[in-house]
């Protein structure tokens, strides 16, 4: 049974507080979790509880922190850590709230992570086989975001996320290598065309090169796959994340790319052209977040995957309004999206069992915590989003994922294109 529960803030890898918990029981297991933040958040995302005020500039987390040590601790002190979804319902009522803003998301996911982390390793096992069982043993194709723009970075580009995909890798390991390479290779192009600023990096690791067109970083990246010595289309494939609400005007109802105003239909048919000129096998977020009609559209329409981040936000509800209206074919896990490991768990459930696929995802915040790397190989998900290759916020999560590659062994496996379900060209 748990015996400790404590929280206290850190930082994050943008140099803001965010909250750590550590459980531990009475059989000697010891978790710890800490939570990260977005940027690009979606509207209906549960609410993550900062202090205002000019402390952080008023992005302490403190109530948040004492939520956990004055509120949440005395409930959770003597139950089993193995009883996950009574200890985050308990969680979720002695909040009150649909978005969890009176103890915070933020407070109540370190919680709920740390207590499946005191869990696994009260039982001495790994994290993705406490979850996921037996059955747990496919590594995740990473998806690695290696040109940043939209909030992510400080240039012109509207598209937030240009992301390499190794699908011709045999196995985890291999699709890291190649990423890295392709990384480096993009770093020299990039370097040599634009100049030195050019390699700055974005908040996820990836390059902010002073580009404003779409097709400008999708060229650097089909370069980049080759200079490397990687065929486009085959061994290295790509995928966008639009994160369209960004760059939506919802008075005027246009979206503003590339240095014009596009309608949806005139959004959608850029959409089009792109998938007919590159080797674009995933698209999350391409439309205004509440637009469930027109990503039904987009879903009909491209014949690859598409992915609801800010659609969905994780929220079954939210997911299952999807599912009905036909909208996209596969769903973002964004466990601090909702704010408790049960409840992810059960909009990745939702998702697999209506065959949309899932894609376990980090946050542009993100610190040391690993528990991504788990949660993807325990649903056997086949896709995983944490950054480029580069940083060691995002690289904790593919080190870790060589861990488990290479504590499988020959159980290990690596769905390459596979893993695209949706992708029917
Ligand atoms: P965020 O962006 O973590 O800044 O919200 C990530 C994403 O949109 O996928
Ligand atoms: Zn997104």
Same mark, same amino acid.
């Given at each position: 049974? $748990?015996?400790?529960?404590?929280?206290?803030?850190?930082?994050?890898?943008?140099?803001?507080?965010?909250? !750590?918990?550590?459980? %531990?029981?009475?059989?000697?297991? &010891?978790?710890?979790?800490?939570?990260? *933040?977005g940027?690009s958040t979606g509207t209906h995302e549960a609410?993550?509880?900062?202090?205002?005020?000019?402390?952080?500039?008023?992005?302490?987390?403190?109530?948040?922190?004492?939520?956990?040590?004055?509120?949440?601790?005395?409930? #959770?002190?003597?139950?089993?850590? %193995?009883?996950?979804?009574? @200890?985050?319902?308990?969680?979720?009522?002695?909040?009150?709230?649909p978005n969890?803003?009176?103890?915070?998301a933020?407070? @109540?996911?370190?919680?709920?992570?740390?207590?499946?982390?005191?869990? =696994?390793?009260?039982?001495?096992?790994?994290?993705?086989? &406490? +979850?996921?069982?037996?059955?747990?043993? /496919?590594?995740?194709?990473?998806?690695?975001?290696?040109?940043?723009?939209?909030?992510?970075?400080?240039?012109?580009?509207? $598209?937030q996320?240009?992301? $390499?995909?190794?699908?011709?890798?045999? *196995?985890?390991?291999?699709?890291?290598? #190649?990423? *890295?390479?392709?990384?480096?290779?993009?770093?020299?192009?990039?370097? !040599?065309?634009?100049?030195?600023?050019?390699?700055?990096?974005?908040? !996820?690791?990836?390059?902010?090169?002073?580009?404003?067109?779409?097709?400008?970083?999708?060229?650097?990246? @089909?370069?980049?796959?080759?200079?490397?010595? &990687?065929?486009?289309?085959?061994?290295?494939?790509? =995928?966008?994340d639009a994160a369209a609400s960004e760059?939506?005007?919802?008075?005027?109802?246009?979206?503003? $790319?590339?240095?014009?105003?596009?309608?949806?239909?005139? +959004?959608?048919?850029?959409?089009?052209? +792109?998938?007919?000129?590159?080797?674009?096998?995933s698209i999350e977020d391409p439309l205004y977040e509440e637009d469930f009609e027109g990503f039904a559209?987009v879903t %009909?329409?491209?014949? #690859?995957q598409v992915v609801g981040d800010d659609l969905f936000v994780t929220n079954v509800e939210r997911l299952r309004r999807g599912i009905e209206a036909g909208a996209a074919n596969a769903l973002l896990l964004k466990v601090n999206q909702i704010g408790t490991?049960?409840e992810a768990l059960s909009a990745a459930r939702m998702a697999l069992e209506n065959n949309y696929s899932v894609i376990v995802s980090h946050r542009?915040?993100?610190?040391?915590?690993?528990?991504i790397?788990?949660i993807?190989?325990?649903l056997?998900a086949?896709q995983?989003k /944490?950054? =480029?290759?580069?940083?060691?916020?995002?690289?904790?999560?593919?080190?870790?994922?060589?861990?488990?590659?290479?504590?499988?062994?020959?159980?290990?496996?690596?769905?390459? #294109?596979? =893993?695209?379900?949706a992708?029917?060209?």
């Open positions: 049974s $748990i015996t400790h529960v404590k929280a206290r803030w850190v930082l994050d890898s943008r140099g803001n507080p965010t909250v !750590e918990a550590e459980v %531990r029981t009475f059989a000697g297991g &010891y978790g710890s979790a800490i939570v990260p *933040s940027a609410l993550e509880l900062r202090d205002g005020g000019k402390r952080f500039h008023g992005k302490g987390v403190s109530k948040a922190v004492e939520n956990v040590n004055k509120i949440i601790a005395p409930e #959770i002190l003597g139950e089993d850590s %193995r009883k996950q979804e009574e @200890i985050d319902s308990k969680m979720i009522s002695l909040d009150g709230t969890k803003s009176r103890l915070g933020n407070a @109540i996911l370190s919680v709920s992570l740390a207590v499946a982390h005191a869990a =696994a390793d009260t039982y001495g096992l790994p994290l993705f086989q &406490y +979850l996921g069982g037996a059955l747990a043993s /496919t590594l995740p194709v990473p998806l690695m975001n290696i040109i940043n723009g939209g909030k992510h970075a400080g240039n012109e580009l509207k $598209i996320e240009f992301l $390499i995909v190794p699908v011709g890798a045999s *196995s985890f390991s291999e699709a890291l290598a #190649i990423g *890295s390479e392709v990384y480096h290779s993009l770093r020299g192009y990039l370097k !040599e065309k634009y100049g030195v600023s050019a390699i700055n990096v974005g908040d !996820e690791g990836g390059f902010a090169p002073p580009m404003s067109r779409t097709r400008e970083a999708l060229d650097a990246l @089909i370069h980049a796959v080759k200079n490397a010595g &990687y065929e486009p289309g085959r061994d290295v494939v790509l =995928a966008l760059f939506y005007d919802e008075k005027r109802g246009v979206y503003a $790319i590339d240095g014009a105003e596009l309608t949806r239909e005139k +959004l959608i048919e850029f959409y089009e052209s +792109l998938v007919e000129e590159y080797p674009i096998v559209e %009909r329409s491209l014949k #690859i490991l049960t542009s915040g993100e610190t040391e915590d690993v528990t790397s788990h993807a190989v325990a056997n086949g995983i /944490t950054g =480029a290759p580069a940083r060691s916020e995002r690289n904790a999560k593919y080190n870790e994922l060589l861990r488990i590659e290479e504590y499988l062994g020959g159980r290990a496996r690596y769905p390459g #294109i596979k =893993a695209f379900k992708y029917k060209r």
